[in-house]
DNA sequence: CGTAATAATTTCCTTCGTCAAGTATTGATT
DNA sequence: AATCAATACTTGACGAAGGAAATTATTACG
């Protein structure tokens, strides 16, 4: 049972709000070093430590052996007490509900799924309840020490006030998901578009941790971009932010749906590598799959539809790069999940379009396991709890 | 004369500089006003408010008249003393300074300008040294409420520092410049990034006031963009950001120096347009002024080639707003001195571009007065002034 | 003139974080 | 072993910042 105050968050000081964050996100750490790292007084971090240690939200880690020269009290690092408590997330497709356990660390402790029929919004609730039951009623025995769930949904969402504006694969409009989600579950809801929530994730549990500013690439049937920038997660004025998939990289190339040509998403999102391969191949029944199999066994004609997609898609990252110029970016999603053919030309693509330093920027290109969305709707209910 | 401490800074509280930035940026506001648009009490305004009424920064307007049905006492609106201090910008180029004295208002109050024949280090900082004493000690009589120097460089610049890494131009490397300003003048000194220095300005002086987010794009040889997203400018991990002068907007278009081909800098920039008009016009020595001059006067060929070039620069705008989201766009700069021959056309390739509700983020496209470049670095002056 | 309404100020109080002093724990030196 | 230097952490007094609520100021309206 978790005791704290009514709403859930931890009341807690700006400092122990940095505090917390700090050792969630950058692993233990002794009190004086958090007070260099975040500008504070040691007696600060102390006194910010106490009640965050009494709630057993952090513990403090055997000292660990000296380091340096000199000799000195050991420090006893603060860490994050993983069990303390449990988060949900749950990201919405048309077709399907993916649902986790995370724990306080953000690791996976349980994952479940359920096909969605009909994605009205009555129909996706009611598959919501059942899932997050299946989730923390299941073995793992979650549910006494779970009190947040976390949405993530394509399109555009205002986490503000859960409310989902507009989604294009759900077909919803002006949802108040926030409120209808904690009625069917009983639990502290945040809703989240879908891109932020996985850069919110990689921001505070990835690649992202410790940078002021990266970029999130995702590839898969459409192409976008999550950007934390000066720390802040980029949201956009007007609901659109890290739209990317539209940038024009070959104005020879194929017809996109957005009426124009040549853009990042009509060569590289997967179902233009797949019609791409279809015509490479002749044969109008190819799937990704086997799109996959044969490039990776030496099919020149479709090797070469993966080549001009990741240089496609390096052509977009440069922009991105050249624009906001993140400390790192990180490419990822379903679409890479044949990254090896990606990869290389990638990295041709932004070599060739970043600017001057920008070039410099570390790209990590990794595949994306689809539970990861989910994942991210958990991070950001994490996130909620630290900093609301 | 000033009396402050001793480094200049107003050593205030996170309050006060709340209540001084908002009255700086936001012109005249109550007491009550400013406190609900900060989220502080009435009485911590008042608290702030008043050492700098004493200090002589902000001043108390008489009583307006009442708004509304009901009585009550009227508000004493704070506004700002903008006689109270002084601040020189100086724009650096490769061949001229030009440097201007504005008021804390940030208005205009003297200008002037030094061709440069030696764009050396030392030649320039002793030219820096005439201009400023040109402007602080002329019919104005600037000096003696003058302290702070704002510098305006292009190029990779460290304005925590005051460090030139490399300016294209001017061929500086690793220039201390920051110091060695303040050698020559005396003055406290700031320097900045030209394009962020204007978007700067243009965020707390401009159409970008009260924006959380916008983006000042620029024309002129080069085309560049400064941006403020979350209420602060973006600086670029590597030095680089905003660059969206080499943003792919026509694969057929002319080569570009950077080796690719239709970059918008390639059809837009100001050398881009002169070349394509002697090309269209067949005569080799036309200037940009007698292109412009044959396009308003109907020339068909010619006003195709700014036709061209406001579309590649709305493209590189849409780009620009798909992917960050600004709240409003502002469109200026050298090569928008002939703005009626772009508009239409900037806005189309915008319109066309632009992903989703994108299409509605307000761009003002406006030509700019060469001074506002100094304006600009003054204007980082003061900011430098008041959040240090 | 009172009275309601709004603005600004004052007083008192809480809270947060710093400072400086003290405790704890280690390795090195005698 | 005893001491010392170095580092980590804790404690308690203090100060500064901002809030709550009462007070004063100034208006419009009856």
Redesign the pocket.
Same mark, same amino acid.
């Given at each position: 049972m978790l005791t704290e105050s009514g709403t859930g968050a931890l009341t &807690?000081? $700006?400092?122990?709000t940095?505090v917390f964050t700090a050792v969630l996100t950058e692993g233990p750490l /002794?009190?004086? /070093?958090?007070?260099r790292r975040l500008?504070?007084? /040691?007696?600060?971090?102390?006194?910010?430590?106490?009640p965050l240690i009494e709630m057993g939200y952090l513990q &403090?880690l055997a000292?660990t &052996?000296?380091t340096? $020269?000199?000799?000195?009290? $050991?420090?006893? $690092?603060?860490a994050v007490q993983a069990d303390r408590e449990y988060f949900v997330g749950v990201k919405i497709t048309g077709d399907e509900l993916i649902g986790v356990v995370i724990d306080l660390c953000a690791d996976v402790r349980a994952s479940a799924h359920r096909p969605l029929t009909d994605p009205g919004v009555d129909a996706v609730l009611t598959e919501l309840g059942h899932l997050v039951g299946d989730l923390l009623d299941g073995p793992g025995g979650y549910r006494p020490r779970t009190r947040r769930l976390g949405l993530a949904v394509s399109g555009d969402v205002d986490r503000a006030t859960g409310l989902v504006r507009y989604s294009p694969f759900l077909q919803w409009h002006n949802v108040p998901l926030r409120e209808r989600a904690a009625e069917v579950t009983g639990l502290t809801v945040t809703v989240e578009n879908d891109v932020k929530a996985l850069t919110t994730a990689e921001h505070w549990f990835g690649e992202g941790v410790g940078a002021e500013s990266f970029a999130l690439v995702t590839v898969g049937s459409g192409i976008g971009c999550g950007l934390v920038v000066n720390g802040r997660i980029v949201s956009g004025s007007h609901g659109v932010a890290g739209e990317i998939g539209h940038i024009g990289v070959d104005a020879t190339g194929p017809e996109c749906h957005c009426g124009s040509r040549g853009c990042v998403e009509a060569i590289a999102g997967t179902p233009a590598i797949v019609r791409q391969a279809r015509q490479a191949s002749g044969r109008s029944d190819l799937t990704m799959d086997d799109a996959v199999a044969l490039a990776r066994a030496g099919d020149e004609r479709i090797g070469a539809v993966f080549a001009r997609g990741g240089e496609a898609i390096g052509l977009g990252i440069a922009a991105v790069a050249n624009l906001v110029g993140p400390a790192r970016i990180v490419v990822s999603g379903e679409g890479l999940a044949a990254y090896d053919l990606f990869e290389r030309h990638i990295r041709t693509g932004f070599e060739r379009q970043a600017f001057g330093a920008a070039v410099e920027c570390p790209l990590s290109i990794r595949p994306l396991p689809f539970e990861q969305w989910a994942r991210g709707a958990a991070a950001v209910s994490i996130q909620s709890l630290v900093a609301p």
């Open positions: &807690e000081t $700006p400092a122990a940095a /002794s009190r004086v /070093s958090l007070a500008g504070l007084s /040691s007696a600060a971090v102390t006194k910010a430590a106490r &403090e000292a &052996e000296r340096g $020269p000199g000799a000195g009290r $050991p420090a006893s $690092p603060l």
